[in-house]
């Protein structure tokens, strides 16, 4: 056990994200009056342990303080409540109510999908919790089903949802954690707006409820990938695809919720109201009205006039417009793509001096070309990059193609030794007629090198065919097995008693005996025929003796 300020003791893990741990947690005694909720000693709750990432941060720890109250005054039946805040040194922890159930991912993984009443209704309830914090100013911005637990789920057939994780995003979304560590987020319930650092508004909230409903009745999310980065693509890129077992109406709440552009997009309040009207009118016991009230779903999704704005993306032109960097995702190396999995990013880049700016990405380092004194200033050597990549182009140089003749190839034609020319020397008459300082410089001048005649490709003739060796006869087996009816007294044998087992099994199980008329036994039926045979062979002999 662990203890957490001097009010809480930790006692075991129940799960691990990407921003904390949640563990299970004993009040040990009452809290103070800036608790939400003072509690009973004894009392269990659950406690997030925030990564100590976070917690050495400066600007996390200056918005852990500055909007606790904030998160202390959020409370709705479909939102789990945030009880007490911990600051001790390096730890920052959330104390919020144990809600005893699964959370949504794993019930879907382990139930499957759900029908399209129950998802419509199922999504009602968390649109009501992000209408009551959209009121207070508080967008989530990591909806999925993992932030969503089900309360009463292991008990009873009804299931409340409970939407957890508020102001996480918010709080881990400081601007020096965002470039140096990870965005807090799930790609495949990632708005666009979010994806490209565009402003983000409540709006984002009303995407992943979208993305939700769809996975609630299909079973997986729109846009998938194997990597992040595709997910992200193509939530910039494509459009979802209606699944064919979907209601009409559904879809058209669905396909409004993924709206590329925020502003289309219903708010949370009008998708409440959206949403029990079409669950009210596409069940087996609609009544025609309500038929008619769910067709018309399209006139309820209004959009939010005054949609709540995310701090630091850029809208209103106050302080920290423009801080919103696009999401920037590292390629997955681990295996299958996880769709629950926080995204991981590489540092923004940006203009110089500007918004989130940094030095662009370069193949190597820059080498120093002057000094400050404004004198130049050569390098002592070549740059370690530069001599690793040197040595590669001479590896690479190494290895050369060029076209090979085929009579050159030894794969194809053996080599073949050509003769000698003969070396014909010059007449010694034609020697001493020459003057001594021609001749000499005959002598002193290099022998030409003759060329030799050219080679005519000739196709080499396939050798001829050596006379396969005489197989030797094998020794003849002791005890040789022949097929039957080729004249060896075995097989013969073996015939005869493949025919009696045949004959005995025609007569046991076929309705032989009663054509022939008789209630006797095989071997009692061979044998008298075997006995007829006899007598009449024996009655022939008899007639021809004298």
């Known amino acids: 056990m662990r203890p957490v300020g001097s009010k809480y003791l930790l006692e075991e893990p129940l799960g691990r994200g990407a921003t904390g741990t949640v563990w299970r947690a004993r009040q040990r005694e009452t809290a103070g009056a800036e608790a939400a909720v003072a509690g009973e000693p004894g009392e269990t709750v659950a406690i997030k342990v925030l990564k100590e990432e976070l917690a050495n941060d400066a600007d996390v720890v200056m918005r852990f303080l500055r909007e606790r109250s904030v998160l202390l005054r959020l409370t709705h039946p479909n939102i789990v409540r945030t009880r007490d805040l911990v600051v001790e040194g390096d730890l920052l922890a959330l104390v919020m109510d144990l809600v005893d159930g699964p959370d949504l991912h794993r019930h879907l993984r382990d139930n499957g999908p759900f029908s399209p009443v129950a998802a419509a209704l199922l999504t009602a309830q968390i649109a009501d919790a992000l209408a009551a914090s959209h009121a207070d100013g508080v967008v989530h911005r990591d909806l999925k089903p993992a932030n969503v637990l089900l309360a009463g789920s292991d008990s009873s057939d009804l299931m409340h949802p409970m939407l957890t994780d508020f102001g996480i995003a918010r709080l881990a979304d400081s601007p020096g954690l965002t470039r140096t560590h990870e965005f807090v987020g799930t790609p495949a319930y990632v708005a666009p707006e979010s994806a490209e650092g565009r402003p983000q508004t409540s709006a984002v909230d009303i995407y992943g409820a979208g993305i939700l409903l769809y996975e609630l009745v299909t079973g997986r999310p729109p846009f998938a990938g194997s990597t992040a980065l595709e997910v992200l693509h193509r939530h910039l890129s494509e459009e979802p695809h209606r699944p064919s077992t979907l209601p009409e109406p559904l879809w058209t709440v669905i396909e409004r919720c993924l709206r590329k552009r925020p502003e289309e997009r219903p708010s949370a309040e ?132 060029q076209y090979l003749d085929p009579g050159e190839d030894p794969l194809r034609r053996r080599p073949q030794r050509r003769p000698a020319a003969p070396q014909q020397p010059p007449p010694p008459q034609y020697a001493q007629q020459q003057p001594e300082p021609y001749a000499q410089q005959q002598r002193q001048a290099p022998r030409r090198r003759q060329e030799p005649p050219p080679q005519r490709y000739e196709p080499q003739r396939p050798p001829a065919e050596e006379p396969r060796p005489r197989r030797e006869p094998r020794p003849r087996s002791a005890n040789p097995m022949k097929i039957p009816g080729l004249g060896c007294l075995k097989g013969c044998l073996f015939t005869v008693l493949i025919l009696f087992i045949a004959s005995w099994l025609i007569w046991e199980l076929t309705p032989l005996q009663q054509w022939i008329g008789t209630t006797r036994g095989f071997f009692a039926q061979i044998g008298d025929v075997i006995t007829t045979v006899k007598d009449f062979v024996e009655g022939l002999s008899n007639s021809k003796g004298p």
Do not use: F
């Open 270 to 401: 009008n998708l409440a109201r959206a949403l029990r009207t079409v669950a009210g009118g596409i069940g087996v016991h609609a009544t025609p009205a309500a038929a008619d009230a769910a067709l018309g779903v399209a006139a309820l999704l209004a959009p939010d006039p005054a949609p709540a704005t995310v701090p630091g993306t850029g809208i209103g032109g106050g302080q920290g417009a423009g801080d919103a960097d696009p999401t920037q995702v590292l390629p997955s190396h681990g295996g299958a793509y996880d769709p629950a999995a926080a995204t991981s990013v590489l540092p923004a880049t940006g203009a110089p001096g500007g918004p989130g700016g940094g030095d662009p990405t370069r193949t190597m380092p820059p080498v120093p070309m002057g000094n400050p004194a404004g004198g130049p200033q050569e390098p002592d050597g070549p740059h370690p990059w530069e001599s690793q990549l040197r040595a590669a182009r001479d590896r690479n140089d190494q290895t050369q193609v």
